[in-house]
């Protein structure tokens, strides 16, 4: 089997299904199976899918069990040669899936893959291509300097080799994960994506920007103005900074603790000030 699509869904049913629908029109002529991993919604998700979505295999979590662990569940039943994480709230380009796996078999040096991502208003994402977040770039990026970050430098128009593949949409072959590791479950939410990137790196794989399409609805299946968001956000960055860079000396990793700690101290002061406003 050539592709496996996995996506995990939590209370986005109107967006997944418009996301299973691009889908289903982009595998045509592609031998595959799609995913679904319902983390305990409590809308009508599992239903809608189980009732006009047969040909999607369907696991109904019977508890939230965040990001990383239920994608895990579906790759280890996966059988495709590629497995695409998607997010549930996208809509990917009928052109999209056929480009990238044409590029992948081209490229047998490339472990993971990302595409062109726009936002809801028709602009481009800068996170569709990104840098790991060393310590200097963490800072810098947390201070409002995000070029590098965002591998701004680099066109539009052309594949670039890139650090970082979104989770959003995130094309992985498989002999790559087999060797690396899946998603490292200590991720709860957000992290898992910086994290596998990195390991691919780390193991002789190459990461690309592709220039195929998708839409990207952000943070329909997160509510980032609650304060459980701020603290998985923020607690999945000094996951990964303790991961990879424990062994920084004292004062250089201190900053970015800092500077990790102020931002979410912010966007919690900031939640408060509209709920306060609101109110």
């Not at 047998?108 to 990104?130: F, I, K, Q, T």
């Not at 650090?163 to 998603?183: D, T, W």
């Not at 952000?218 to 303790?242: C, E, N, P």
Request: hydrophobic share 45%.
């Amino acid at each position: 089997m050539k592709l496996s699509v996995v996506i995990v869904s939590y209370n986005v049913r109107s967006f997944l299904t418009a996301c299973l629908d691009s889908v289903q029109r982009a595998l045509e002529g592609i031998e595959s199976e799609v995913f679904v991993v319902d983390n305990h919604s409590s809308d009508d998700s599992v239903e809608a899918i189980a009732r006009d979505y047969t040909w999607v295999h369907l696991i109904n979590n019977k508890d939230n069990l965040g990001f990383s662990k239920a994608n895990n569940i579906a790759i280890r039943e996966s059988k495709g040669e590629y497995i695409l994480l998607l997010n549930p709230d996208t809509i990917v380009a009928p052109e999209t899936l056929q480009g990238v796996l044409q590029f992948m078999d081209k490229h047998p040096e490339a472990g993971g893959a990302g595409v062109r991502m726009h936002n809801a208003d028709g602009s481009l994402a800068p996170e569709s291509r990104r840098a790991i977040p060393t310590p200097f770039v963490a800072a810098r990026k947390m201070l409002g300097l995000t070029k590098r970050y965002y591998m701004s430098h680099l066109s539009w128009e052309k594949p670039a080799q890139i650090e970082v593949v979104s989770g959003a949409f995130m094309l992985l072959r498989r002999k790559a994960i087999q060797e690396v590791g899946l998603l490292d479950e200590d991720f709860f939410m957000y992290g898992e994506d910086i994290d596998l990137s990195y390991r691919l790196l780390k193991g002789g794989w190459q990461n690309w920007f592709l220039p195929f399409d998708i839409v990207h609805y952000k943070g329909q299946s997160t509510r980032k103005s609650d304060f459980r968001y701020v603290h998985i956000f923020y607690q999945a960055m000094l996951i990964f900074f303790r991961k990879h860079y424990s062994h920084l000396s004292f004062f250089f990793a201190l900053p970015v603790k800092i500077a990790i700690y102020f931002r979410a101290l912010l966007a919690l002061v900031d939640i408060i000030r509209q709920k306060l406003h609101l109110g």
